[in-house]
């Protein structure tokens, strides 16, 4: 059985936010790491220990990218050593971390780290699940996390032979969560085991969403076209113009929709909220004068005509709002037909 692309795009999603808060990940998250792996970068966190970084940097130089090169590429000595100086040294280097993080942004980034990411992680997870008979998502996902985080091998060795593929996860995820605890520099990755425990506690192995991955809410995997194009390995094609053209339109007139969607409802809220204290003020007023008038002693005649007289003009500008009120709806419904037959 081969993983569909959602199995796979759930698999990301899950380790994406592992690494980076986000389901799709961040391009240009950039960190240093307390373990000793150096910076860590973009959607999977490419570390400088594991080679991981040296990978998509030189990926990007070799694909002409502009942004940051001259520094990026002065940085490449140190980025294929991997011993504890140059991790050192490159992680103090502020001016390497900027041209990471400035480069995110440039197509040929995007490329590199998605290339990298199935080639290292993704791609040899699926090859393991093959080779071992697993077939489902959950499986994916931990195969895939741990090749991401470190460590598949080592604790692999250690599950029991001959087991089905739930028992044999089951066991694994548990041995690898002990692992990441008691190991003093980790055992604050231990959400990533924690999460694939309680998934299993619940015999959620199809991964069904919505899922609550380390206080993110996973809800959908379906609107992921760069990380869709990195599940399978393709990247895809350069837009036309026209193509580009059309979702710029697309793009501009949702926001516009969305501005005057927003402005409507402010306008409509402030006409709501100016007769509401219309009311309010009228009657505050009109309840003062009474008080007034009766403590000072003015002939009843007096105070109740003044106090007709303030609630007429206090029923009139509340008229007035509540009129103002309906022609602006009118004027918005025909904008909004205006609109709609323009599109």
Not at 198 to 219: F, K, M, Y
Not at 242 to 267: C, H, N, P, W
Not at 308 to 335: C, F, K, P, T, W
């Amino acid at each position: 059985m081969t993983f569909t692309e959602n199995d796979k795009l759930k698999a990301l999603g899950i380790v994406n936010i592992f690494e980076t808060s986000r389901p799709f990940g961040d391009y240009s998250a950039v960190a240093v790491l307390d373990d000793g792996a150096g910076v860590s970068y973009g959607i999977s966190q490419f570390t400088h220990r594991s080679g991981a970084l040296a990978e998509v940097v030189e990926r990007y130089l070799n694909a002409g990218g502009q942004i940051g090169r001259a520094i990026l590429t002065n940085a490449m000595p140190l980025l294929r050593r991997k011993s504890a100086v140059a991790i050192k040294k490159l992680a103090a280097d502020a001016s390497f971390k900027k041209a990471l993080g400035a480069a995110a942004i440039t197509r040929e980034m995007k490329e590199a780290q998605e290339a990298v990411a199935f080639e290292r992680y993704l791609g040899p997870a699926i090859g393991i699940c093959a080779e071992r008979g697993f077939a489902l998502p959950l499986s994916l996902a931990v195969v895939y996390d741990s090749l991401t985080h470190g460590s598949w091998e080592r604790i692999a060795a250690r599950v029991t032979p001959g087991l089905g593929e739930t028992a044999w996860i089951t066991e694994y995820v548990r041995k690898r969560h002990l692992w990441l605890t008691n190991i003093r520099r980790l055992n604050a990755t231990n959400y990533r085991t924690k999460f694939f425990l309680d998934q299993i506690a619940i015999s959620n192995w199809e991964l069904r969403l919505p899922v609550t991955v380390h206080g993110v809410r996973l809800l959908s995997v379906a609107a992921a076209p760069r990380e869709s194009a990195a599940a399978t390995g393709v990247l895809p094609e350069e837009k036309s113009d026209l193509e580009k053209a059309g979702e710029i339109a697309s793009s501009t007139a949702d926001k516009f929709d969305r501005v005057d969607a927003a402005v409507t409802g402010v306008v409509t809220r402030t006409d709501r909220a100016k007769s509401l204290w219309t009311t309010v003020g009228g009657t505050f007023w009109q309840a003062v004068w009474a008080v007034f008038g009766f403590l000072v002693g003015l002939p009843r005649e007096v105070w109740i005509v003044v106090a007709i007289i303030a609630a007429a003009l206090m029923l009139g500008y509340l008229y007035r709002q509540i009129v103002l009120g309906r022609i602006r709806e009118v004027n918005n419904s025909d904008h909004t037909a205006r609109l709609t037959n323009h599109y």
